[in-house]
């Protein structure tokens, strides 16, 4: 099945790209990468009025769904653009009171959800309460040194809860990450306030946005490395011909077109799952993140050989898309990890 776009969400995709294109071509993403401020692109957002698609327009948002979301998932991956910021707003809303996600969009409060960006969204707290302080760390954090207040999962007596922690209040280290498209950070929360803390922490619609965010990003950093490797084949020679008249090539390209198209299906579709809150949607949306963030981290090492040597180069582009289709692979869990969630979910039914 080809999953089809509406007219106004196929306009909004392509409007969407030619506007990157136009503010944040690649020599402008590398900048910002390198030198620059990641922070200009999430202020561009949402001046120009795209950091509220996706949203209810009673929180101040543009209007659309999941579906909206994952679309621009697609385009940020697409463009190697440096959107820590917009995922971490974007994991988060599911939890923010209606004033919280108003505040977000309108760009004047920063959240971010503190969970492991290396786990599947609901594992168990590594953050206690201890009176009224919190004891304990969380690494790897998505967003994590751009952000004004964490929402921390923690362990209560009887159950787990969310906290809310200023910024302020927490140790923030940033890591090394290969990709530098994305930010991630430690966060020690020792110490800090627990302040009143909101009982229960079901993450499950976290985890399923997660899930098709990433799987979108990485469709998205598909269809440029195809269009990379296709151009290259026809201008790169060998032996006098043109590489892409070898039939291995031949294999490869289309073997990439079929990850795409499939991908593309796979990772729209558990987005409009999602926003239809139909009953399996979870499942979906894992199927999403385990088969589609696999097949591209593939796809990545064809592209890679089809460019051979210039590949591995930091003056060609395809290492931006490369390091992260690796990333997304990994990114809120492994596609193993996924497809067990996928087994126990599927084996829970037939009992």
């Known amino acids: ?31 910002l990468q390198s030198t620059g401020d990641p922070a200009a692109f999430t202020a561009a957002l ?29 385009e940020f991956g697409r463009a190697a653009v440096p959107n820590t910021r917009w995922t971490a707003a974007a ?51 998505l967003g994590a040194t751009d952000t004004d207040v964490f929402l921390v999962p923690v362990t209560v007596p009887g159950g787990r809860g969310i906290a809310r922690v200023a ?21 020690d929360l020792t110490g800090a306030p627990a302040g009143e803390i909101v009982e229960g922490d079901d993450l499950m619609e976290v985890a399923s946005v997660a899930a098709v965010l990433v799987a979108s990003d990485a469709l998205g950093s598909a269809e440029r490395m195809l ?18 008249s070898f039939q291995a090539v031949k294999h490869a390209a289309a073997q990439m077109l079929v990850t795409v198209e499939a991908s593309f299906s796979t990772a729209l579709y558990a987005a409009a799952a999602v926003d239809a809150r139909l009953d399996d949607a979870a499942v979906i949306a894992a199927v999403a993140k385990a088969q589609v963030t696999k097949t591209v981290a593939d796809l990545a090492d064809s592209a890679l050989t089809v460019h051979g040597a210039i590949g591995y180069t ?16 990994t990114l809120f869990g492994a596609p193993a990890v996924w497809n067990e969630r996928i087994a126990a979910s599927l084996l829970d039914e037939a009992v």
Not at 227 to 242: D, P, W
């Open 1 to 31: 099945m080809h999953w089809e776009l509406s007219d106004e969400q196929d306009l909004f995709a392509s409007s969407l790209r030619e506007w990157i294109s136009a503010k944040f071509p690649t020599d402008t993403v590398r900048e």
């Open 46 to 74: 949402i001046s120009e009025g795209w950091w509220g698609v996706g949203y209810a327009e009673e929180s101040g948002g543009q209007g659309g769904g999941v579906l909206e979301l994952a679309l621009a998932s697609r």
């Open 91 to 141: 994991l988060v809303a599911p939890l923010l009171t209606q004033e919280e996600l108003a505040a977000q969009l309108a760009g004047e409060t920063r959240y971010t959800i503190a969970i492991p960006a290396d786990r599947i969204p609901g594992a168990a707290p590594s953050v206690t309460v201890d009176g009224s302080r919190l004891d304990g760390a969380v690494g790897h954090v």
């Open 167 to 187: 910024a302020s209040d927490a140790v923030v280290s940033a890591d090394d990450v290969l990709d530098r498209s994305r930010a991630v950070g430690s966060v």
């Open 227 to 244: 269009e990379l490797a296709v151009g290259y084949s026809k201008q790169r020679k060998q032996f006098g011909q043109l590489i892409g």
């Open 314 to 329: 930091w003056e060609h582009d395809l290492h931006l898309f490369y390091k992260r289709a690796k990333l997304d692979r």
